[in-house]
């Protein structure tokens, strides 16, 4: 497409109150400006990036994601405000299109909508019923934008206007070379205003948006306000394709999960970033973090940690899973399965920990087929239990145990007759 993207994300986010950037604040899993800028790379290969309050900690962020975007460093000192911010953009193709790095529900699709309409400037705009805090869109009888008032420079008539902008726009690039230089700072702030170029233009024209796609986030009020509709677009886009949930308000999907097949989440269920889920039923209170889990059950309330990989097996209420490969494995309860590789047929008896780490390093568990492993058994890595093994409830296991063994270490047990009253001095009446 011919178009270049802008991204503004040098603000401070004053009214997040907090020390971290506005845009480094998450939704479903990744920073704000990290859902912009994915959305900005489906449409064009030149995407720019406008940074200054910690500038270093958000270009370290984003290129943890993307390896082909262009950093600007806005300055401020000279050139406050947002059109400040775009001075040094130098656009690769005709068309500039601004975004702002806190609008995380923008889409590919929304930002291709600005290139229908032919103007200097295509400017976004939506009716508010609580225009508090939006600069306001003034238009004429015939919806041609004159002007856009910023807030705190608005009279109290422009106030009353309820049409306000969205803040994204489409420039032509030509028109920006010709105008930016023209840009004042004489106003209330002593700031340059992107909306300021609207009455440099020959011709404005408005793209009328969705007021919940195009919402900045400026609080963390407005925070879980997106939260709750990437959500529900995330969760709505897996049930059309056929993954079953139980009451969905309650289940948390970040954003680069992937679900395959008749898959079914029940009440509760958290999926975390990496999470792949296929053909699997995902149980009550059930979290899955970067893992991959094929056609096996998992919960209720199971933990299944990063970098696990569950195939055709059942793993129960409180087992927490971590770094492990289980294929064909039942765990039904209350274990702690760390560093194991664990084949087909084995049964994990309630209360096994893998003893993975020794206050120093981590250590891998190595279990074959057909193993049953007995109640509260401790199993010190490193250490392989062969094939068709049992394990006796209780064993603590500190060496490999081979083919078609039995592994025990129980103390003998001990009977003391009439302790209980000794002890307590009491008699046995």
């Not at 015939?142 to 306000?164: G, L, M, P, R």
């Not at 900045?216 to 879980?224: A, I, P």
């Not at 999926?271 to 899955?288: D, E, M, P, Q, Y």
Request: some cysteine; aromatic content about 8%.
């Amino acid at each position: 497409m011919n178009i270049s993207v802008a991204i503004m994300a040098a603000g401070l986010g004053t009214r997040m109150k907090s020390t971290l950037p506005k845009v480094m604040h998450s939704i479903s899993g990744f920073e704000m400006l990290y859902h912009i800028i994915k959305e900005a790379k489906l449409i064009s290969d030149d995407v720019h990036v406008i940074i200054f309050h910690q500038a270093e900690l958000i270009q370290e962020k984003m290129n943890a994601y993307f390896d082909d975007i262009n950093f600007i460093i806005q300055d401020h000192a000279n050139f406050p405000g947002t059109g400040g911010a775009i001075m040094d953009v130098k656009p690769k193709y005709e068309n500039l299109l601004v975004l702002n790095g806190d609008m995380p529900m923008l889409q590919a699709k929304d930002m291709q909508n600005f290139m229908y309409l032919n103007a200097d400037v295509v400017m976004s705009a939506f009716t508010c019923k609580e225009p508090f805090g939006y600069g306001r869109v003034i238009m004429d009888s015939n919806h041609t934008v004159q002007k856009i008032v910023e807030e705190k420079d608005a009279t109290d008539e422009e106030k009353k206007v309820t049409s306000v902008n969205a803040g994204v726009y489409l420039f032509k690039t030509q028109f920006l070379k010709d105008n930016l230089p023209k840009l004042t700072n004489n106003n209330a702030q002593k700031e340059y205003y992107i909306t300021d170029l609207v009455t440099l233009a020959k011709e404005v024209k408005a793209v009328n948006v969705d007021e919940e796609t195009f919402m900045g986030v400026n609080s963390k009020y407005h925070l879980s306000i997106a939260e709750t509709l990437m959500q529900n677009r995330i969760k709505k886009e897996f049930m059309e394709k056929g993954v079953l949930m139980r009451l969905p308000q309650t289940i948390y999907i970040e954003a680069d999960v992937r679900i395959e097949g008749e898959s079914t989440l029940e009440s509760g269920v958290s999926l975390l970033r990496g999470a792949h889920i296929i053909n699997s039923v995902i149980k009550t209170n059930t979290v899955v973090e970067k893992s991959i889990i094929k056609n096996s059950t998992i919960g209720p309330m199971a933990r299944i940690r990063p970098d696990s990989n569950i195939e055709n097996s059942h793993i129960g209420n409180f087992v927490e899973v971590k770094k492990s490969t289980l294929f064909g494995v039942k765990a039904g309860h209350l274990s702690y399965l760390g560093d194991a590789s664990i084949d087909e047929g084995t049964n994990i008896g309630c209360g096994t920990i893998t003893c993975n780490y020794d206050g120093k390093g981590k250590y891998k568990t190595i279990i074959g087929k057909n193993v049953f492993v007995g109640s509260d058994t401790q199993l010190v890595a490193p250490v392989t239990i062969s094939d068709d093994v049992i394990i006796a409830s209780g064993t603590t296991v500190t060496r490999d145990v081979p083919k078609g063994a039995l592994a025990i270490n129980r103390a003998p047990l001990k009977i003391l007759d009439n302790f209980f009253y000794k002890f307590f001095g009491k008699n046995n009446d």
